[in-house]
């Protein structure tokens, strides 16, 4: 076996390479958000990813979402695995989380800020229409439903150089 590294077109060893890379990467910092900065942050992209269980194992959708009074509120249609299982969830709804993110592809800069709660569907009929006016749909779905997922856990990271 040769333990030569190999070398790319470029002249350079992929040791070489792998330390650059990482010498770049290390120069990126973490700093947890606090929830405010952390729900601000939320409300100013519009898709996300809801994770629920479905059959005992994680499921995750993307979905577009409204920060509403604190809350985040999304759209779905009948049938959907998650409008069932709050339509047959008891009083307390059902545990959910919800990530969003915005960090540039090129630089890796950016943040994520994940929700952890009880997820409700929404019963109102004026809550429900004032959803429907203000969350369109994203896909060919006619979302009837709205869920309401109360955030009681909030936590997000910045990624920085």
Same mark, same amino acid.
């Given at each position: 076996?040769?333990? @030569?590294?190999?070398?790319?077109?470029?002249?350079?060893?992929?040791?070489?390479?792998?330390?650059?890379?990482?010498?770049?990467?290390?120069?990126?910092?973490?700093?947890?958000?606090?929830?405010?900065?952390?729900?601000?942050?939320?409300?100013?992209?519009?898709?996300?990813?809801?994770?629920?269980?479905?059959?005992?194992?994680?499921?995750?959708?993307?979905?577009?979402?409204?920060?509403?009074?604190?809350?985040?509120?999304?759209?779905?249609?009948?049938?959907?695995?998650?409008? @069932?299982? @709050?339509?047959?969830?008891?009083?307390?709804?059902?545990?959910?989380? &919800?990530?969003?993110?915005?960090?540039?592809?090129?630089?890796?800069?950016?943040?994520?800020?994940?929700?952890?709660? &009880?997820?409700?569907?929404?019963?109102?009929?004026?809550?429900?229409?004032? &959803?429907?006016?203000?969350?369109?749909?994203?896909?060919?779905? *006619?979302? @009837?439903?709205?869920?309401?997922?109360?955030?009681?856990?909030?936590?997000?990271?910045?990624?920085? *150089?």
């Amino acid at each position: 076996m040769n333990d @030569t590294p190999a070398r790319h077109t470029t002249g350079i060893t992929t040791d070489t390479a792998w330390v650059a890379w990482a010498d770049r990467e290390a120069s990126r910092r973490s700093t947890e958000l606090d929830r405010t900065e952390a729900l601000r942050l939320l409300g100013s992209v519009s898709l996300g990813r809801i994770v629920f269980t479905q059959d005992a194992l994680p499921a995750i959708r993307p979905v577009n979402h409204l920060l509403h009074h604190g809350e985040v509120i999304i759209r779905t249609h009948e049938g959907a695995a998650l409008a @069932t299982l @709050t339509e047959h969830a008891d009083t307390e709804g059902v545990v959910v989380a &919800y990530e969003a993110d915005a960090i540039d592809p090129a630089t890796h800069c950016g943040w994520s800020v994940v929700v952890t709660g &009880y997820c409700h569907l929404v019963t109102d009929p004026a809550d429900l229409d004032h &959803y429907q006016a203000l969350l369109h749909p994203w896909t060919d779905h *006619r979302m @009837t439903h709205a869920l309401r997922i109360r955030p009681d856990l909030v936590t997000g990271v910045r990624l920085s *150089r």
